[in-house]
């Protein structure tokens, strides 16, 4: 606009009879100019509302993260304790209703104690170590007991032959 002026400052200080031609010429020129597409350079100026809506969206990534961390750790617990309760109620099958671990189980582990939780599942533990050491040695005495039957046979055999 500023070259556009200028000449037209120029056109006004000639007084020849083309003036008219150049006005139209120029006129020309500004109508094109202004039928092109303008690009203009796009700048962001952070203003204080943009800095607000920032740390408040932070703030909220830093809530549903803290969140989603702790309904992850609630869904662990109640695994423990679910596990915690299938393992005592088969041991309160196994058990009498008098016997003082069970007693001693349902002070605790009803309540929701931790140390008598941790305790519970090192009692079902050392229970179920208990069975399955029992039945790998009746395994073991079976196998045993039968390898001893086959030694006798074959000894009783041999003095047979022998005699």
């Not at 969140?67 to 299938?86: A, F, H, M």
């Not at 104690?113 to 050491?133: A, K, L, M, P, T």
Request: aromatic share 8%; glycine share 4%; proline share 1%.
């Amino acid at each position: 606009m500023a070259t556009v002026k200028q000449e037209v400052q120029a056109l006004a200080n000639k007084d020849d009879g083309g003036l008219a031609d150049e006005v139209h010429h120029l006129k020309h020129d500004v109508l094109e100019q202004l039928s092109k597409p303008q690009h203009k350079k796009v700048t962001h100026d952070l203003t204080t509302n943009t800095w607000w809506l920032m740390s408040v969206g932070i703030v909220l990534f830093f809530l549903v993260f803290f969140l989603t961390v702790q309904i992850y750790d609630q869904s662990k617990e109640i695994d423990r304790l679910e596990l915690s309760d299938w393992k005592y109620r088969a041991l309160r099958v196994t058990l009498p209703s008098d016997n003082v671990n069970v007693i001693w189980l349902e002070r605790n582990v009803w309540l929701g104690n931790d140390d008598g939780i941790r305790q519970c599942q090192q009692f079902v533990i050392n229970y179920e170590d208990s069975v399955r050491r029992r039945h790998e040695m009746m395994q073991d005495a079976a196998m045993r007991d039968s390898i001893g039957r086959l030694m006798i046979r074959q000894s009783q055999d041999i003095k047979k032959k022998l005699k």
